[in-house]
């Protein structure tokens, strides 16, 4: 067996009290956010220059591979990240992941065809699994639970900066500078966010004699790119009940399996089975895997009504969401200092679920004579929702495992709202796409629907088509997105079942009720590691 990660001598000081924090934590945590947003935003502006980058280089059959190939790259590589720097170190892992993001951006701007992009767009999608892990592990290790809900509004802005700056900075840079610039311009923050880490982190040495679990990694990896492909692919690229398809997920149960019989052997595993003994931490990742699908779903959906239904134009499609974003980044700066103050939390995942599923309920009611104002009103309802939900559930996560798991405990958070937001996409785009598809066929028939066009049609292709074939497309659209919104619903009603079971286990650095606190099934008593917090530059 491994022997334990240990701190250094001296390092592990539990931060200051009272909320006042070291200017050079505000300075990692700068460097940090701006890490977190080069992560989040290179997906929102690469998919403005899409159509610019398609023209030049070709490959319009494999274009949906330049998204695939980051995100399967992304969500493949986190749980390794995070196990990597609880053996080895936080701050070394967290900079090879920005420096193998930055390599993997300029080589896609260098890019000559499309089979290059896509083959540089994962080793991007490698280097960011490292960033949102990293991201939330050292913040972990930073900052007390108790104290972390201040800065749960910075993490909620970046957020909603990238999903409402991506697509126009994105169109600007595409327009001004060529679609190349798009990559390039995650030298300058990239290069920053390593000067400033670099400079002013320091994290405690580790020392492990283990080794790393190789099998398991592989056979992770495995489960989760057959996962991310039957979502991806399943009634688009191939039937649902397809040889591909069916085969994808035989190959996910079998791996699925043998990682579970792995990991229970494992000297250190690369997920360790035991973070899941605790019921607040399986707990979260159920709420998390939930809230994924509902804010990747919505993300996706909203615009495309607002475009096709409301008349909105698709070249500010960022903003189209700031109603959402904004109640979130509310909520969520609210619920953070409200934990801070009081070390309750319990409520937050309750009301989050219960506003979710209100939201969502609401918005599956839209339809063609639905305002804009009040679809902005039922976004609000689901951003606060979200607000609720986005940081607590990763607050809650990492608060119910020991310091030395906390990269597993935050990469596996992450990975599961990833995969959360994997399923959301296919199935409500499934069930919308068959919806449209359906209703176009009961209005026009089914020569008329087929010659019609895209279920997906922009604001410019719907002015084109006859004033006949509109209207029964908008009206197909609105009822997509009905059916697509009330199966969100309902899987949200899951996550609000699930809040009630949460367990208020006293947050670390909460004082001394929390000494003794200990969470079931967690190992040594999760809330007394306060100990092992780390230290920072002066």
Do not use: C
């Amino acid at each position: 067996m491994s022997k334990t990660t240990q701190a250094e001598p001296g390092a592990g000081t539990e931060a200051p009290k009272g909320g006042t924090k070291p200017r050079s934590v505000r300075v990692v945590l700068l460097a940090l956010m701006i890490a977190m947003l080069l992560a989040m935003l290179d997906n929102m502006i690469i998919g403005t220059a899409m159509p610019t980058i398609v023209g030049e280089l070709g490959g319009l059959e494999h274009l949906s591979w330049v998204v695939t190939a980051y995100t399967l790259a992304t969500a493949a590589s986190t749980p390794i990240w995070g196990k990597l720097g609880d053996m080895y170190g936080r701050k070394g892992s967290f900079l090879t992941s920005i420096v193998i993001f930055l390599i993997g951006s300029v080589l896609s701007g260098m890019a000559q065809n499309m089979g290059e992009l896509i083959g540089f767009r994962a080793i991007q999608g490698l280097g960011a699994g490292g960033l949102m892990v990293g991201v939330m592990a050292i913040i972990g290790d930073l900052i007390p639970p108790r104290e972390r809900g201040k800065y749960q509004g910075m993490m909620a802005g970046v957020m909603a900066l990238a999903m409402i700056g991506g697509p126009l900075i994105g169109g600007t840079i595409t327009d001004h500078w060529g679609w190349r610039w798009s990559f390039y311009i995650n030298l300058p923050l990239g290069v920053v966010a390593l000067a400033m880490v670099t400079a002013v982190l320091h994290l405690p040495k580790k020392k492990t004699q283990g080794k790393i679990d190789y099998l398991g990694a592989a056979l992770l990896t495995l489960a989760i790119t057959s996962t991310v492909l039957v979502t991806t692919w399943g009634g688009t690229e191939y039937a649902w009940g397809s040889a591909e398809i069916i085969g994808l997920i035989a190959v996910g149960i079998v791996s699925i399996a043998g990682f579970l019989f792995v990991e229970t052997r494992a000297a250190e595993p690369v997920m360790p089975l035991h973070i899941f003994r605790s019921r607040n931490f399986t707990l979260m990742s159920v709420i998390g895997f939930l809230t994924g699908f509902a804010m990747f779903g919505g993300v996706l959906y909203l615009p495309l009504f607002q475009q096709s239904v409301q008349g909105a134009s698709a070249t500010n499609s960022g903003l189209l969401l700031l109603p959402m974003l904004l109640s979130m980044m509310v909520v969520s700066l609210i619920a953070g200092r409200v934990t801070t103050n009081s070390g309750k939390y319990k409520m937050f995942p309750i009301a989050g679920g219960a506003l979710m599923v209100v939201g969502l309920f609401l918005l599956s009611q839209m339809d063609t004579g639905t305002s804009r104002l009040m679809s902005g009103v039922y976004m609000a309802v689901l951003g606060a929702g979200l607000g609720f939900l986005m940081q607590i559930t990763m607050l809650v996560a990492q608060n119910s495992v020991e310091m030395k798991d906390m990269g597993v405990a935050s990469s596996s958070a992450t990975l599961f709202r990833t995969l959360g937001g994997s399923f959301g996409v296919a199935l409500m785009g499934s069930l919308f796409t068959s919806q449209v598809t359906q209703t176009m066929t009961d209005r026009l028939g089914p020569a008329a629907a087929a010659k019609s066009g895209s279920a997906q049609l922009d604001a410019a292709h719907l002015a084109q088509l006859p004033p006949v074939v509109r209207e029964a497309y908008q009206h197909a659209v609105a009822a997509g997105t009905h059916s697509a919104f009330l199966l969100g619903a309902g899987i949200a009603l899951i996550g609000f079942i699930a809040a009630w079971f949460v367990k208020e286990v006293p947050l670390r650095g909460a004082g001394p009720a929390a000494g003794g606190a200990k969470d079931a099934g967690t190992d040594k008593g999760a809330a007394g590691a306060a100990a092992a917090q780390a230290s920072v530059a002066h």
